[in-house]
């Protein structure tokens, strides 16, 4: 399993407002918490985040295709900040694949692991930071595949979050990067 096909850029979010926000407003988006959100708030709240120095946000597509959402982000300019297992090197980040009616069997394991790769890419990331709500089975499993230890529960403003970390050594060690070892 590699990323091959899979790109990230930067979120156009004129160009794209309308898909994004189909994807944060769908039923299987309940854990992104904008599943009221009109269109023009799903604007500004992106809009914020592309004026935000240490908030960004990406389209990701697969074979040219879009396909999800990511956002990367320094934690110690986020709902994060004060936590003290915060560290030098850390980069928080979220991920939202598009809703479909039609699985692929291995496909967000794939974006996953692009997304991951993206963090990693920048040689001064230590760490992966994740905060999911805690009741997101999915995702626990998943961040279990890619490295992520679970550090414990914090509370924020619209959930109780798992805080979670992966190294860059868990990461390329991890079933996700090396899927035979994980079998």
């Known amino acids: 399993m590699t990323s091959t096909g899979i790109t990230l850029e930067p979120l156009d979010v004129e160009a794209h407002v309308g898909r994004l926000h ?9 854990y992104w918490e904008m599943p009221e959100a009109s ?23 697969v074979d040219g295709e879009p ?6 982000y320094d934690p110690a300019h986020s709902l994060l900040a ?13 991920v939202l694949v598009a ?3 039609q699985p692929v069997p291995g496909f967000t394991r794939r974006v996953f692991r692009a997304v991951m790769e993206h963090c990693f890419a920048d040689p001064a990331v ?7 709500d805690v009741r997101n089975d999915k995702i626990k499993v998943l961040n279990a595949q890619a490295g992520f230890e679970v550090e414990r529960a914090i509370t924020l403003p619209a959930k109780t979050a798992a805080l979670s970390f992966c190294t860059r050594e868990a990461f390329l060690a991890s079933p996700l990067v090396r899927p035979e070892e994980g079998a």
């Open 22 to 30: 189909a994807w944060v407003t769908h039923p299987g988006s309940v």
């Open 39 to 61: 269109v023009e708030e799903v604007a500004q709240e992106y809009t914020q985040m592309r004026d935000n120095p240490h908030h960004h946000a990406w389209l990701g597509r």
């Open 67 to 72: 396909a999800f959402l990511a956002e990367t």
């Open 82 to 94: 004060g936590t003290p297992e915060l560290r030098e090197g850390d980069l928080g980040m979220h």
């Open 99 to 101: 809703p479909t009616d």
């Open 126 to 132: 230590r760490r992966v930071v994740v905060d999911p």
